[in-house]
DNA sequence: CACCAGGCAAGCC
DNA sequence: GGCTTGCATGGT
């Protein structure tokens, strides 16, 4: 990957294994969207940013190499060798045909407090209702950011959004979520729960504590940390990936006690990315 | 009108 | 422990 600055934008050349579409709608963001076709308008790292694609080549606008290489090269985990990983993913014909179909698939570095938000969100709820609740959060409590005549906010911190109750999330419509979010933000803000830990404590114990607030079970306490914390060795299960992984792998489904637990055993150190890639690929194609 | 949506907590046994 | 049930809201 070559990297260099025209004017006020990042031009990536050569980029491998990095497709837009694959990234921003495979399920693990929820501030990206396609205003042109290969072009997304997202807010992440506090900047609003614009990122676009034809052949080979991204270009990031109205952003420079400084900041390039402190927010954005990490954002996108773009010193991964993602080739490598498929390779070891691939274990069989339908993970080979996943990993081609959602091939330009990059686990993002998101911040981690958003991830905690927007998982407690999720909880059975579907996408587009999701993305609209975290819209009127951030207008909320964000901040202010203009950008080409139009208006975005960044994802509120804990010390914004401290003393929030119930009553005061009315306006986004989260429904029986916002308790869960005010318990969020209270044991954050009180130091009860410290998130710059779960990057570093041992993966049980980082679990745990995310556990301990409310409206964080399994599955999403596992999203938090695949997509918010780096850690690729958890496999997040949903109704999506319960049915998948039972199509694809009866045998193992079966004789393990959960369907992580199988996806852990089956994919190993990795199987966090192979669940974006069985996501992507069942989803899109509506199998099972 | 049901039924579902990247589940969870609480209440049962 | 494992298994139900209710849950706010909006879309299909």
């Known amino acids: 990957m070559k990297v260099t600055q025209h004017n006020n934008c990042i031009i990536l050349e050569n980029v491998t294994d990095f497709n837009l579409r694959h990234v921003f709608l495979c399920g693990q963001c929820f501030r990206w969207d396609e205003t042109d076709e290969n072009t997304f308008i997202g807010v992440a790292g506090g900047r609003v940013l614009k990122i676009s694609s034809s052949d080979n080549?991204?270009?990031?606008?109205?952003?420079?190499?400084?900041?390039?290489?402190?927010?954005?090269?990490?954002?996108?985990?773009?010193?991964r060798d993602y080739s490598a990983l498929k390779?070891?993913?691939?274990?069989?014909?339908?993970?080979?045909?996943?990993?081609?179909?959602?091939?330009?698939?990059?686990?993002l570095n998101q911040d981690i407090w958003e991830t905690v938000i927007s998982f407690i969100i999720s909880s059975s709820n579907n996408i587009p209702r999701i993305k609209q609740i975290i819209?009127?959060?951030?207008?909320?409590?964000?901040?202010?950011?203009?950008?080409?005549?139009?208006?975005?906010?960044?994802?509120?911190?804990?010390?914004?959004?401290?003393?929030?109750?119930?009553?005061?999330?009315?306006?986004?419509?989260?429904?029986?979520?916002?308790?869960?979010?005010?318990?969020a933000v209270q044991k954050v803000n009180s130091g009860e729960v410290d998130l710059s830990k779960i990057k570093t404590e041992p993966l049980g114990e980082a679990k745990k504590m995310l556990l301990s607030i409310k409206g964080i079970g399994s599955k999403?306490?596992?999203?938090?940390?695949?997509?918010?914390?780096?850690?690729?060795?958890?496999?997040?299960?949903?109704?999506?990936?319960?049915?998948?992984?039972?199509?694809?792998?009866?045998?193992?489904?079966?004789?393990?006690?959960?369907?992580?637990?199988?996806g852990d055993a089956i994919f190993g150190e990795y199987c966090g990315l192979a669940q974006q890639y069985i996501y992507f690929y069942a989803r899109e194609n509506k199998l099972y």
């Open 57 to 79: 080549n991204i270009t990031l606008f109205d952003t420079k190499l400084q900041e390039f290489n402190e927010i954005w090269l990490k954002y996108f985990d773009l010193t």
């Open 87 to 107: 390779k070891v993913i691939a274990i069989d014909d339908i993970m080979k045909k996943a990993t081609q179909y959602g091939g330009g698939i990059r686990i």
């Open 220 to 262: 999403v306490a596992d999203c938090i940390l695949l997509f918010g914390a780096g850690r690729l060795n958890v496999f997040p299960v949903d109704t999506w990936i319960d049915k998948a992984m039972r199509g694809m792998y009866p045998q193992k489904c079966d004789a393990f006690k959960n369907i992580a637990d199988a």
């Open 135 to 183: 819209s009127r959060l951030c207008e909320l409590y964000g901040e202010k950011i203009e950008y080409e005549n139009k208006t975005y906010y960044t994802f509120p911190s804990p010390e914004a959004m401290c003393g929030v109750t119930e009553e005061a999330l009315a306006p986004i419509r989260a429904g029986y979520r916002a308790k869960y979010i005010v318990d």
